[in-house]
């Protein structure tokens, strides 16, 4: 059987085909070759949120898996110890990876839009972007939202999740290699919180969800894929302003999962590394 070869690997021959070549020719040395898939050699992104929390723990997977920069975007002027503690280890990982690090609002189209053509001038590439920023209120009523607090949540998790693809996608165009963004969303974005009034994250993640699907039809001929990722509940100090002050919390939020407990930060590494390498290249669109 001859298959319709409408694109192939880089990686090519893979799998089956690998196999099927290896019994004609005997001087084809079989190879493992599923982790070179996941691979990410000399490749260039952005994560923003990177400064700490799931932001920090994604961009230091992808260095992990050989990117050659990963480009933290985050508010504070300065990087957190945390950062410059994941910054040194990355140096001393020996794969030429690096972590750096932009203070940036990523509520400014135009200041988000620019730094990606800096990175993209000064990188000649733009393969992965991470959009991780995000922020969540506390209880607030949805009868009586602020008007004010509902639009500084949804530019946030929203517009900024945009911005911050924008500025990884017009990169990715520019250099005509195609490229994977992906969104994170949250399971507040398909499902409600139970006792929890959340009205403005809940939305602000749900319009991130479609934004995938939407970016992700108009850019596929140009094979950049665009993905939303939606955690539950995992620790950090998003999570820690509930979570420290009402400690029955992480009972109720356990006994709301089915594996009966919340998540680590370091549970995100696989997924993102997996949806932003050549492993998922046949995925896009999907949450
Ligand atoms: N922790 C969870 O349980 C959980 C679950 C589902 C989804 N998420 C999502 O994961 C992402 C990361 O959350 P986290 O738990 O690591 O929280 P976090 O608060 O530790 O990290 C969020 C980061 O976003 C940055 N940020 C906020 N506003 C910004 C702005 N205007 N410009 C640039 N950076 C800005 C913050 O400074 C912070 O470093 C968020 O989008 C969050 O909604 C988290």
């Keep these: 059987m001859s298959s319709p070869a409408q694109s192939i690997s880089p990686l090519a021959p893979l799998g089956v ?11 084809f040395k079989p190879k493992p070759k599923i982790f070179d898939e996941f691979a990410l050699s000399n490749r260039v992104g952005i994560v923003s949120g990177g400064n700490r929390g799931l932001g920090l723990e994604m961009a230091l997977a992808l260095c992990e898996a050989g990117a050659r920069a990963v480009y933290c975007f985050d508010l504070p002027a300065s990087p957190s110890d945390e950062w410059m503690k994941t910054r040194d280890y990355v140096q001393n990982l020996g794969n030429g990876s690096k972590l750096e690090y932009v203070s940036i609002d990523v509520r400014d189209q135009k200041a988000v839009w620019d730094k990606g053509k800096e990175i993209g001038d000064k990188e000649q590439r733009m393969d992965f972007c991470i959009a991780a920023a995000g922020i969540l209120k506390s209880h607030t009523d949805c009868l009586t939202y602020p008007s004010e607090q509902f639009k500084e949540v949804l530019d946030v998790n929203t517009n900024g999740v945009l911005y911050t693809a924008q500025a990884a996608g017009q990169q990715m165009r520019r250099f005509g290699d195609g490229g994977s963004i ?13 006792d ?13 969800l479609q934004l995938a699907r939407s970016m992700a039809c108009e850019l596929g001929k140009e094979n950049i894929r665009v993905n939303s990722l939606s955690p539950g509940h995992i620790y950090t100090s998003m999570t820690a302003a509930y979570l420290d002050t009402q400690p029955h919390l992480l009972d109720k939020w356990s006994s709301l999962n089915p594996m009966g407990r919340i998540g680590r930060p370091d549970e995100m590494r696989g997924v993102v590394v997996w949806l932003a390498s050549d492993a998922s290249s046949f995925c896009t669109g999907s949450e």
């Design 17 to 27: 085909t690998a196999a099927l070549e290896a019994a004609k020719d005997p001087n």
């Design 182 to 194: 992906i969104l994170i969303a949250s399971m507040s974005g398909s499902i409600t919180n139970k």
């Design 196 to 208: 929890h009034a959340w009205v403005s994250y809940n939305t602000s993640k749900s319009a991130v």
